[in-house]
T-cell receptor, first 112, second 109 residues
Framework: DTAVSQTPKYLVTQMGNDKSIKCEQN?????MYWYKQDSKKFLKIMFS???????INETVPNRFSPKSPDKAHLNLHINSLELGDSAVYFC???????????FGSGTRLTVV | KNEVEQSPQNLTAQEGEFITINCSYS?????LHWLQQHPGGGIVSLFM???GKKKHGRLIATINIQEKHSSLHITASHPRDSAVYIC???????????FGKGTMLLVSP
């Protein structure tokens, strides 16, 4: 299946831990993104990568570090997790001309 | 104030009704997306518009670039249309999306 796949779907962890969320797309898209959906369901851009290169880094704490080993993968590593990091994180991808946008199914992160 | 404003925030309808959701934006955009998010959480892009009108089944989306306004219409609404509909502006140059806060639609049988 052609898609954007994220793992894990659910992640429950304690404050202070370090965790990673993985994202892979097999659509051949050049650009990948991480978006955060907060408790009020509002979505906001975190990072944008184009062909493994960081393009956008919105006002995200530096505890969040994206890593793109190749243009099909964009992983999100989070250090020293805080309660406020609890949210749903969506990976997405688009081709260079942004003619389409495909979202992963989301990772629900709960920090306790 | 969010750069992308949607209305209404919540919408209830009876099956068969015609539904309109509105979106206004204040940013420069290259296109506008209408997205659908079901209670299970997945997000699907319904339309991407840069001008005019698009139709897919019972869904119609329009955009007026001069007025910075877009509408999503659902004809003959059905309970399976119940979802959150999100308007998202595709920012010129960076391909990132700026989202509205969503419209929660509930269609009752």
């Amino acid at each position: 299946d052609t898609a954007v796949s994220q793992t894990p779907k659910y992640l429950v962890t304690q404050m202070g831990n370090d965790k990673s969320i993985k994202c892979e797309q097999n659509l051949g898209h050049d650009t990948m993104y991480w978006y955060k959906q907060d408790s009020k369901k509002f979505l906001k851009i975190m990072f944008s990568y184009n062909n493994k290169e960081l393009i956008i880094n919105e006002t995200v704490p530096n505890r969040f570090s994206p890593k793109s080993p190749d243009k099909a993968h964009l992983n999100l590593h989070i250090n020293s997790l805080e309660l406020g990091d609890s949210a749903v994180y969506f990976c997405a991808s688009s081709p260079r001309d942004s003619s389409s946008y495909t979202f992963g199914s989301g990772t629900r992160l709960t920090v306790v | 104030k969010n750069e992308v404003e949607q209305s209404p925030q919540n919408l209830t309808a009876q099956e068969g009704e015609f539904i309109t959701i509105n979106c206004s934006y204040s940013v420069g955009i290259s296109a506008l997306h209408w997205l659908q998010q079901h209670p299970g959480g997945g997000i699907v892009s319904l339309f991407m518009l840069s001008s005019g009108k698009k139709k897919h089944g019972r869904l119609i989306a329009t955009i007026n670039i001069q007025e910075k306004h877009s509408s999503l219409h659902i004809t003959a609404s059905h309970p399976r249309d119940s979802a959150v509909y999100i308007c998202a502006a595709l920012n010129s140059g960076y391909s990132t999306l700026t989202f509205g806060k969503g419209t929660m639609l509930l269609v009752s049988p």
